[in-house]
């Protein structure tokens, strides 16, 4: 028997290495799209609901009609997670804009292609969490909210791309996303907070941001521990200055940042205040009480 891990492609199971979608498909062919990812933590899929919320709005934002319902899409993510017989992973949920033909026009596309891919993920070296990472202002900036909009989950990640190949290039772990004003918007797949004498700052998501689920769980954390946290403007000025920083999200969870283009970020070190926001965070993705279990 196969021990092969099997994708949901439109309510039917296939092999991995046979999970396949058309050319012709407009995700493909346009990015016209959009996903989600989402995590698994000990048969427990982590803010489950928040993720297809997410989805939803993304998909509404881009005037794309979901074939299923939510609850109908919450049940093909538990249910591929159980043909995997998974307990911790990372899921990738697409909703492209189907099959059609040639020419962006998405009314060329009668259906919508819903993707479940049920996988691990490794973003960052095992031992980030206690190190910290390594970062840079990329050249590219951020999409403008009346572009391409991070605030839209959408397949558009090209953005993104082009500022992590700028951290590769310049060997650093990850790069930091300017909007056009010169204000930090994210990391290519995190949102970004600092702490400055105790106190934790972050970005708008005005600034085109996503709305980070990982970033609303933080939040979240910070109240309970009565550290005060301020949505606001951050200039790079204020990253190079700050007492410590970290990223957020999903596939990266919390990661200090001890490195701003060669400018050490407070010690160099991860700072008291991310440290007991990790530790904190950790409880959070143990508690079955956080998500749907499978
Ligand atoms: N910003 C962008 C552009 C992202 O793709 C992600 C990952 N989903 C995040 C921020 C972090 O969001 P979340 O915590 O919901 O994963």
Redesign the pocket.
């Known amino acids: 028997m196969s021990s092969e891990l099997v994708v949901y492609i439109d309510g039917q199971y296939y092999p991995k290495s046979q999970a396949k979608i058309s050319v012709y498909d407009h995700g493909f062919l346009y990015g016209d799209g959009v996903f ?3 995590r698994e933590y000990n048969g427990v899929v982590f ?1 489950l609901k ?2 297809i919320d ?1 989805l939803y709005r993304s998909a509404h934002a881009i005037a794309l009609n979901m074939p299923l319902t939510k609850e109908e899409m919450t049940k093909a993510v538990v249910e591929t997670l159980q043909k995997n017989k998974m307990k911790d992973s990372y899921i990738r949920l697409v909703v492209s804009r189907g099959v059609g033909d040639l020419g962006l026009d998405p009314r060329k596309c009668p259906k919508p292609t819903v993707i479940v891919i049920t996988d691990t993920i490794s973003i960052r070296a095992g031992n980030a969490k206690e190190t910290g990472i390594t970062t840079m202002f990329s050249w590219v900036r951020r999409n403008p909210v009346d572009a391409t909009s ?1 605030e839209i ?1 959408s397949l558009n ?1 090209l953005n ?1 791309v082009l500022a992590k190949i700028e951290a590769n290039a310049w060997g650093v772990d990850e790069a930091l ?1 300017l909007e056009s004003n010169g204000c930090i918007a ?6 970004v907070f600092i702490v400055k004498d105790g106190e934790l700052l972050t970005p708008p998501t005005s600034t085109g ?9 933080v939040t979240q954390i910070a109240a309970k521990l009565h550290i005060k946290l301020t949505v606001t403007n951050l200039t790079p000025f204020m990253m190079f200055t700050a007492d410590e920083a970290f990223f ?5 969870e919390m990661v200090p940042i001890r490195e701003v283009n060669k400018r050490q970020i407070g010690t160099g070190k991860p700072g008291p205040v991310t440290k007991k926001l990790i530790a904190e965070f950790q409880k959070v993705i143990e508690d079955p009480a956080q998500g749907v279990k499978v």
């Open positions: 989600e990812g989402i803010k928040e993720h997410r991070h989950k990640y993104s996303c994210e990391g290519v797949g995190e949102n941001a996503l709305a980070g689920i990982t970033a609303e769980v957020t999200g999903t596939a990266m």
